[in-house]
T-cell receptor
């Protein structure tokens, strides 16, 4: 079975400060890892993914994520937060042994204050 | 523009009624999915399909049914057997690359179903 944990329901940061949204995962095979963002009453939008290769992945809107196999983590980061980054963020995993099914975390609400 | 279209955006249903949610994509993606989202919870997979005329149950398929007669379309029926159908329903699609499902999901804007 595959699973994803986002340990923080809410993350609050000041505009201009760095932000981190945490994600840990569990899979039986090699993981495909994804981050998505959701604005109120909208669908999810893809931010970035890790399939293989460099552990630091860069994505949309200045976001990046670091894959750490030993800690089974895939934390989302941004060097300087914007108020417009405030949204609900989801981490997801797809197991290479279970192709077709993505499992999502419960989501982390990011609030960036001016 | 390419994308995924879900309809209706809002739907109200009386108890005991079946309802069908539409999902159409023009991205030429092979795989399509239905997720359910409840407040404070992540997305839970209802059904998915990786090829026309074939689909698999996800984690919460009971009370739901789907069909995949065309590559572009993956409608979801919420039946009267679904005990708690009020939720936000999201349809998604993805590419299959070299037979492996590594592609990210592209989501529609969602359908909010409320049972009265």
């Amino acid at each position: 079975a595959q699973s994803v944990a986002q340990p923080e329901d809410q993350v609050n940061v000041a505009e201009g400060n760095p932000l981190t949204v945490k994600c840990t995962y569990s899979v039986s095979g090699n993981p495909y890892l994804f981050w998505y963002v959701q604005y109120p009453n909208r669908g999810l939008q893809f931010l970035l993914k890790y399939i293989t290769g460099d552990n630091l992945v860069k994505g949309s809107y200045g976001f990046e994520a670091e894959f750490n196999k030993s800690q089974t983590s895939f934390h989302l980061k941004k060097p300087s937060a914007l108020v417009s980054d405030s949204a609900l963020y989801f981490c997801a995993v797809r197991d290479t042994a279970n192709a077709g099914k993505s499992t999502f975390g419960d989501g982390t609400t990011l609030t960036v204050k001016p | 523009d390419g994308g995924i279209t879900q309809s209706p955006k809002y739907l109200f249903r009386k108890e005991g009624q079946n309802v069908t949610l539409s999902c159409e994509q023009n991205l030429n993606h092979d795989a399509m999915y239905w997720y359910r989202q409840d407040p404070g919870q992540g997305l839970r997979l209802i059904y998915y399909s990786q090829i026309v005329n074939d689909f698999q149950k996800g984690d919460i398929a009971e009370g739901y049914s789907v069909s995949r007669e065309k590559k572009e379309s993956f409608p979801l029926t919420v039946t009267s057997a679904q005990k708690n159908p009020t939720a936000f329903y999201l349809c998604a699609s993805s590419r299959l690359t070299s037979g492996a499902n590594t592609g990210e999901l592209f989501f529609g804007e969602g359908s909010r179903l409320t049972v009265l």
